[in-house]
């Protein structure tokens, strides 16, 4: 490579400006970054206080020549960038020669760095961007930076940061991706002298995927692999009986880059389309190969966000390479839900069905037909399109406020009798009713309007969800969980959550992305209120106890979703946060829809609805709707 010189400013000023430091994930990220594209096998992270007092990245990469050392901490200094036309083809992580510059400027570094050439290496010191003297040290090949005291001289700054644990969890949310997008570099990750992750650097994804997101999770997945002329997207899905309850676990890379790309989460979720839960995603693990000109990514001053050349060749690549991989997954023992399945479920239409009308056009760019086959695993293809062809991706950007909960269908009466789901089905343990509820949906009580006085009686159960109640010329269709879940909130809320709580003969190890551990680790009183009992394992948790309310199996997702409520809810308001635990509670402890459920309870339940005690699910949903003998009439044309 090159030596290093500053930018011409023309140059400069083409590549788009930002603070690249905001924290000190920003500073892990920059540096092993540095590191890769300098060729290193090896890269170790260490830090102590979130990041904040001391964060060391070394590598075993090419190292710094040491006439050029001051020169790579001065803005715009870069190896990698010599004209405009360069950013059109970037192959590099970094491009922008800013983000030594921009460290150096609210810290304390210190380099150690030898290059092959060099029998003696370089160090170099720097204090708020100003150098002190370049002096000779013996050392390994590579590169060491230590960066201490992160905006000691920017207290406005510092003030922003949050607790050293938040922090460390943001650090080490970084390293994974990092390591997830290079499986051919070995990545250290310590954290207060404790060490958290080790990638073997073998080259294949499924060992850093096993590293990093756990065997638990590791095991739920499917490889993804499909290539065609212009891209390819390989990597791994989660199985749609193993999706979780936040989109913390999905990853995206494109060319070794991890970005953010509501593009490819488009395309990944329209592949699980009627396949996975409402209120649940799939995770995944997905890098899109693609021509260095095919991708802008000088779009974003953390270089996080792409902008593709052909939006739609890249949605028709990863829903088809997504889509294949879950259909050898529907023909394995191990695949749980099969469309007909969960036919009787309530439908997440995900993201866009609107904007793939409205953007339904001429099938996508060329050249991507040959990425996966294109026979669907779903009973209705996409809107529009033919069999053959995928949904065309979403012109707008799309972004999480845009996946509305799908209206209810309409009243099972009418609905043609799905085949229900065995009740061993694990992965419909939990009720599609527990969603918030639409929010221009009518906010009138449904039912039961006739007076208590009236006499009635539980006519059966259909569905093994709906319980039928006959009440004069009425018949109520009540939500067993939904109601259920009411009523158990009540019951908390007013006499608080006591739970009854088993000690685990061996402890359930999970594996939460960072900030929902952290989320968890720090509410630890909170948790005890409600059960559980919870010890840091490494990167993983071990959970010593847990409350009966929760199947032992289903407490690695139980506390994911729990750290999801503290998350949204935030430390500000801990009144809300309890209430958002209480919630996730009373679900767990209510009885499940497709569960068999024995007659005394179904009596209770629904003598609580029909007192009237009970209208509305926890998150606003009825739990009962009504057929009056007159619409059945009309229905037979008896009337
Ligand atoms: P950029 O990565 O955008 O080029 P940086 O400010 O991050 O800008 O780095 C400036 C230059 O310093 C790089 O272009 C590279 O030549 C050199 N450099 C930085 N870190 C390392 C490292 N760990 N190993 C080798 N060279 C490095
Ligand atoms: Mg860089």
Not at 91 to 117: D, H, K, P, Q, Y
Not at 120 to 149: H, I, Y
Not at 500 to 519: F, H, N, Y
Not at 599 to 611: D, F, I, K, N
């Amino acid at each position: 490579m090159p030596n290093i010189q500053v930018l011409d400013p023309h140059v400069a000023d083409l590549i788009a400006a930002g603070e690249v430091v905001e924290r000190p994930a920003s500073v892990a990220k920059e540096l092993m970054e540095n590191a890769i594209d300098a060729g290193a096998s090896t890269v170790t992270v260490e830090i102590s206080h979130g990041g904040l007092t001391f964060l060391r990245v070394t590598d075993d990469g090419k190292g710094i020549p040491a006439p050029e050392l001051k020169t790579a901490f001065l803005r715009h200094a870069t190896s990698k960038l010599r004209t405009e036309y360069d950013l059109e083809a970037i192959g590099t992580l970094g491009f922008r020669g800013e983000a030594l510059a921009a460290i150096a400027a609210v810290s304390r570094i210190e380099v150690l760095t030898r290059t092959a050439e060099a029998d003696l290496g370089a160090s170099l010191s720097l204090e708020g961007g100003v150098p002190g003297k370049l002096e000779e040290a013996g050392c390994p090949l590579g590169t060491t930076m230590v960066v201490r005291d992160l905006f000691f001289n920017t207290p406005a700054r510092l003030k922003f940061m949050k607790k050293d644990a938040a922090e460390g969890a943001a650090v080490f949310a970084v390293v994974q991706r990092v390591a997830l997008s290079h499986p051919e570099v070995s990545i250290k990750f310590i954290r207060d002298g404790r060490q958290e992750l080790l990638t073997p650097g073998d080259g294949q994804l499924k060992s850093a995927v096993y590293a990093v997101l756990g065997r638990e999770l590791a095991l739920g997945f499917r490889e993804v692999k499909s290539s065609g002329e212009e891209m390819s997207v390989t990597g791994f899905v989660s199985m749609p009986a193993c999706c979780r309850a936040s989109r913390s676990w999905q990853f995206f890379f494109v060319n070794g880059r991890q970005v953010k790309s509501p593009l490819m989460m488009a395309a990944l979720e329209e592949a699980y389309k009627n396949q996975r839960m409402v209120g649940k995603f799939p995770g995944c693990v997905l890098h899109l190969q693609t021509k260095l000109n095919a991708v802008d990514v000088n779009v974003h001053p953390a270089k996080t966000e792409v902008k593709f050349g052909g939006e739609r060749a890249v949605f028709s690549a990863v829903y088809h390479a997504v889509l294949s991989a879950l259909e050898g997954d529907a023909s394995h023992p191990q695949a749980v839900l099969k469309n007909t399945e969960i036919a009787g479920v309530r439908k997440q239409d995900t993201v866009t069905e609107n904007q793939f009308k409205i953007n339904v056009g001429p099938a996508a760019h060329g050249g991507t037909s040959s990425v996966g086959p294109s026979r669907s695993l779903r009973a209705d293809p996409p809107r529009g399109a033919g069999p053959t062809q995928p949904p065309i991706p979403p012109v707008v950007r799309v972004h999480d406020s845009t996946y509305t909960p799908p209206r209810p269908t309409k009243p099972p009466v009418g609905a043609a009798a799905p085949g229900r789901p065995p009740a061993s089905t694990s992965s419909l343990e939990d009720n599609p009713v527990c969603k918030p509820p639409l929010e221009n949906e009518p906010a009138k009580a449904p039912a039961p309007t006739a007076s208590s006085e009236i006499p009635w009686r539980v006519a059966g159960e259909v569905l093994n969800t709906y319980i039928i109640v006959e009440q004069g010329d009425t018949v109520y269709f009540i939500d067993k969980h939904a109601a259920h879940e009411r009523m158990n909130f009540d019951r908390m809320k007013a006499q608080g959550y006591d739970p009854m709580a088993q000690t685990l003969l061996t402890p359930a190890v999970c594996r939460l992305p960072p900030r929902e551990r952290e989320a968890l680790l720090a509410q630890r009183p909170l948790l005890e209120e409600f059960g559980f009992e919870v010890d840091e394992l490494g990167a993983d948790l071990a959970v010593r106890q847990a409350p009966f309310d929760v199947d032992a199996g289903d407490i690695p997702a139980a506390l994911e979703e729990l750290a999801q409520k503290l998350l949204t809810a935030g430390s500000a308001d801990p009144a809300a946060a309890r209430d958002e635990l209480l919630h996730t509670m009373a679900c767990k402890a209510a009885i499940k829809g497709g569960w068999h459920s024995a007659p005394q309870e179904l009596e209770r339940v629904a003598g609580a609805v029909m007192s009237g005690q009970v209208k509305y699910c926890p998150h606003g949903r009825p739990v009962a709707i009504e057929l009056t003998k007159k619409e059945l009439e009309k229905q037979f044309k008896r009337a």
